[in-house]
């Protein structure tokens, strides 16, 4: 009797699936990063820009950015097999070498990430900048975003998957 | 024969590429056997992967051959070499 898949080897398969093969190359997965890093930016804009909106147009504004950041995300992690999140046993050796290797760069840019963040953090209280409210809800809210999706990034824009 | 290179040297030799023509297998039927994704059975054919002990012994017991027959330190004579002497006549 054959087991059944489990829950990882059925995501395994999905990100493997091979009618995502035309997103599997260096140009489309630089343009999926690009479109998520503008995700981002959009999303920092409509967060600094709430006060001036009406609140229907932000939660509407919000949640189209929302899709677009699920869809182009999930796009990368098709493009990069999501060998970057999928558990080592559902990866042979050398994805388990590559899966390795991102977690180590991703580990040196969200090092440099976090330290930017407290940085601006700190400044954004200091009485010469005294930034308004919105920032200091933009930059942990993009920082969040940005440390979740790094190992995508460093797989998508470094590795040979 | 493909070469590893790293850093300008060379790891290893392999002919996984002619037996696995030989056998008239696909990478992905190849892969299967072996326990591992098919794009790895790509690379290991290009010389862009090093396999562990257990991958290397795995494939040459799926391809029925010893594992000096399709991994080896040092480079493998041709095919045509091994069958024919220098006169060209049949070993």
Redesign the interface.
């Known amino acids: 009797m054959t087991a059944s898949p489990t829950y990882q080897q059925r995501r395994a398969a999905r990100l493997d699936d091979p009618s995502m093969e035309r997103l599997r190359n260096p140009r489309t997965r630089r343009l999926l990063a690009a479109g998520l890093i503008l995700v981002l930016v959009a999303e920092a804009v409509l967060i600094g820009t709430a006060a001036l909106m009406p609140v229907w147009v932000f939660v509407g504004g919000m949640l189209v950015l929302i899709v677009a950041l699920v869809v182009n995300l999930g796009g990368l992690k098709a493009s990069t097999r999501g060998v970057e999140e999928l558990p080592p046993e559902v990866l042979d050796e050398r994805q388990a070498q590559i899966r390795g290797l991102v977690y180590s760069m991703s580990y040196r840019v969200l090092s440099v990430v976090f330290v930017i963040t407290v940085a601006v953090m700190l400044l954004a209280q200091s009485a010469w900048w005294a930034a308004p409210l919105e920032v200091m809800v933009i930059i942990p809210v993009i920082s969040w975003q940005l440390i979740l999706t790094i190992p995508t990034f460093v797989t998508a824009l470094r590795m040979k998957v | 024969m493909k070469k590893q290179v790293q850093d300008e040297q060379p790891q290893f030799y392999t002919r996984l590429p002619v037996l696995r023509a030989e056998r008239g297998m696909s990478r992905k039927e190849l892969a299967e056997l072996a326990?591992?994704?098919y794009?790895?059975i790509g690379?290991l054919e290009r010389g862009?992967?090093s396999?562990?002990l257990v991958?290397a012994l795995r494939i040459a017991a799926a391809l029925g051959v010893p594992l000096d027959a399709v991994f080896s330190l040092s480079p493998f004579s041709s095919m045509a070499d091994q069958l024919y002497n220098t006169e060209g006549e049949p070993r």
């Open positions: 326990g591992v994704h794009q790895t690379y862009e992967y396999p562990s991958l």
